[in-house]
Nanobody, 125 residues
């Protein structure tokens, strides 16, 4: 059974940092395109970062580039998202997603079949 479990969210002050984790079970993340998305209340789900299993290429959304870093630990079957210099507008529920067919990790939510339950990030000003 394919399962993704996010953790690491919390409340942090503006300028602070968090590291989100997405642990996979039932499959190997190394063979899947992986993405991090976020959704704030009343807003559409937004692509944050995606990493390809084909060539390791990485995408970052414009609003997070140079502040967030995606990485993968094959031994732990876990993907991380390091969030630095957080801003109040980063407040959202963060979700990881995986898809075996989307190996290029085109960072579009509808192209990912498996989703975690989400972890909340709240940034105070």
């Amino acid at each position: 059974q394919v399962q993704l479990v996010e953790s690491g969210g919390g409340l942090v002050q503006s300028g602070g940092s968090l590291r989100l984790s997405c642990e996979a079970s039932g499959f190997s993340l190394a063979n899947y395109g992986i993405g991090w998305f976020r959704q704030a209340p009343g807003k559409e789900r937004e692509a944050v970062s995606c990493i390809s299993s084909y060539d390791g290429s990485i995408y970052y959304g414009d609003s997070v580039r140079d502040r967030f870093t995606i990485s993968r630990d094959a031994q732990k079957n876990t993907v991380y998202l390091q969030l630095n210099n957080l801003k109040p507008e980063d407040t959202a529920a963060y979700y990881c997603a995986a898809d075996q067919m989307n190996i290029q990790a085109e960072c579009v939510p509808r192209l990912f079949a498996a989703w975690g339950q989400g972890t909340q990030v709240t940034v105070s000003s």
